[in-house]
């Protein structure tokens, strides 16, 4: 069995912009763009590929939404159910017993209990590049609502006693799961489309998360780049934000499936399937 990978996203909310920093804080609203996109219908004797220009998505309707669970299941089940199908599925409100699902939500308590500690963050525009900055958790907090930034690191061990795991990697689970990572940022970041070697299960302690989820079998269709080492994980080299469809036409022949996260949810998604994350 391939390795878990559990990753833990917050997007936090700025109420007040402070006196001392010149600029405007970033639009929070977790409204502000619906989602799946709707699929514009085709515009007569037009020679534009419907969804040219346009983010993933807007090229074809979606074919379904990702299975949810009722709840979240025990380790055994888990494994039966899901990861050995490779059967992504969501789980709502799973994260009560969680502390960090509230005390990691105020940035205040984050500045305060860890600010001390060095993180790695990311240049949005410079993500295909690879080489996060490093900077402590403090300076990242009171910059990220202006820059275009996003912390994106393995989980600091001072913060893991508030990072219970969830009951579906409790017990037999834990011994296959690889690291723990914490992504976070201040809304409107896409992602690559990518893949990983291990599998994820990927859960939301603060704002909005909007997935498409792809089988591996489609890989062919989008320009897909497969890292060496690793050869279920890899991304695309498609601009996700603006598909030209004259270059990747097979991108319309493409199924694919959605949901959105809120605070509290997670996804389970299988090693290799290939993934197109917004953060609202």
Known sequence: MAPLLLRVGLIAFCVSVCAARNGFVKDQSTTRIPFPPGVPPPRPYSDIPTGHLRPLGY?????????????MPKPRDFYLMYI?????????????????ATTWTEDTYLKTTYGHLQVAV???KERAKNVPL??????????YHYEDWYLSTVTPQDML????????????????????????SSGGTASLLHSHADHNLHC??????????????HKGKLAFHADIAYPE?????????RVNMFKYKSVADVP??????????????PAGTRIHVDYM
Do not use: N
């Not at 090229?59 to 709840?71: G, H, L, M, N, Y």
């Not at 709502?92 to 017993?97: A, E, I, P, Y």
């Not at 490093?134 to 910059?143: G, H, I």
């Open 161 to 184: 006693h508030e990072l219970t795991l969830p009951t579906c990697l409790q017990c037999g689970m834990r011994k296959f799961l690889e690291e723990s990572e914490l992504w976070m």
């Open 134 to 143: 490093k900077m402590t958790l403090k300076t990242f907090l009171r910059e």
């Open 84 to 100: 050995k199908q490779l059967q992504p599925v969501v789980f709502r409100q799973s994260l009560h017993t969680v502390p960090a």
């Open 59 to 71: 090229q074809r309707r979606p074919a379904s939404t990702v299975p949810e669970a009722k709840k």
């Open 233 to 241: 994980a890899g991304s695309s080299e498609i601009d996700m934000d």
């Open 122 to 124: 990311v240049v949005k």
């Open 204 to 217: 939301v302690l603060a704002g909005r998360k909007d997935f498409i989820l792809i089988h591996a079998q």
């Open 256 to 269: 694919w499936s959605w949901s959105t996260l809120w605070a509290g949810d997670c996804v389970y998604i």
